[in-house]
């Protein structure tokens, strides 16, 4: 009988800390076997624990998550673990500099721990690994339908505490649609984007422009700013203002690029590293 899938967490976050471990000792199939508040630490947790898979944050003290990855590499170990990384940077060179220093898989905040759980064990349990201990995920989205640009956004939005109820949740997914369509239109929020969403919908630019603030305001104030803060990646900056609606769209839209980018670069890889069929 297969043992459970070990963990170690390094997160500076200690209250996040304690709320992924909580949901993960709850978990059969999985056990957190130690949690490290910088990147020194992780290490030592590391040679000593022997996990199979680190989640890890970018951000770290004495050691961030890119020269953890760096030691990893060169670190004497009977088994590499596999690492996930967990990041509020959406810019694709961030994203590249994680894979090139070992990650298995990149995780936006902000997330869902159900979801990491998931990709802890799409992980742990595929079958193609390269290098000294690569990953490649089969398949980062569960179906079909959800490959779709259009169920991509709406998961965004939805992390980020946007409510389908508002009318702004759909211009918002319009916007973004558009911006997946035609890069940087964002940038031209006020020209571009308002009147061709207003047209789609049947509706005036003015009544776009004010759902979408409504809704990304309504996000705002039921959680005080946390989500769409930490969506922008400024947690923890309590001088943070609620975004303006480019801002706030043009992040997302990030986000989204991003994971498109992750899901390529992972098909690339398991073509490259595909067995080759015998003649």
Not at 16 to 40: F, N, Q, T, W, Y
Not at 56 to 74: C, F, N, S
Not at 175 to 181: F, K, T, Y
Not at 201 to 229: D, F, L, M, P
Request: net charge positive.
């Amino acid at each position: 009988m297969r043992g459970k899938i070990r963990l170690v967490l390094i997160e500076s976050d200690k209250k996040r800390c304690a709320v992924i471990k909580s949901h993960l000792i709850g978990v059969k199939d999985m056990e957190p076997v130690g949690i490290a508040h910088d990147g020194l630490s992780g290490l030592k947790l590391i040679a000593e624990k022997m996990p199979d898979i680190v989640v890890m944050d970018t951000v770290l003290p004495i050691l961030d998550g890119l020269g953890v990855m760096k030691k990893i590499k060169k670190m004497d170990l009977e088994k590499k673990p596999a690492v996930i990384i967990i990041t509020s940077n959406p810019r694709a060179s961030a994203a590249k500099l994680a894979f090139d220093g070992g990650a298995e898989y990149i995780i936006l905040k902000p997330y869902k721990i159900e979801n990491l759980i998931d990709r802890v064990r799409d992980i742990y349990n595929a079958n193609l690994r390269v290098g000294y201990g690569r990953v490649i995920v089969e398949n980062a989205y569960q179906s079909e339908a959800q490959k779709t640009p259009e169920f991509r956004i709406m998961t965004m939005l939805n992390c980020c505490g946007v409510s389908e109820k508002h009318a702004g949740y759909k211009f918002m997914t319009d916007a973004l649609l558009l911006e997946l369509e035609s890069p940087n239109a964002l940038r031209l929020i006020t020209k571009r984007i308002y009147p061709d969403v207003a047209v789609k919908n049947n509706t005036t630019q003015s009544n776009v422009e004010r759902s979408i603030r409504y809704a990304i305001e309504a996000a705002w104030n039921n959680t005080n700013g946390g989500i769409i803060k930490k969506a922008n990646g400024t947690a923890g900056n309590c001088e943070c203002k609620r975004p303006t609606n480019a801002k706030f769209l043009i992040n997302i839209a990030q986000k989204l690029k991003i994971e498109e980018m992750i899901a390529n670069y992972t098909t690339q890889l398991k073509q490259l590293t595909a067995p080759k069929a015998a003649n």
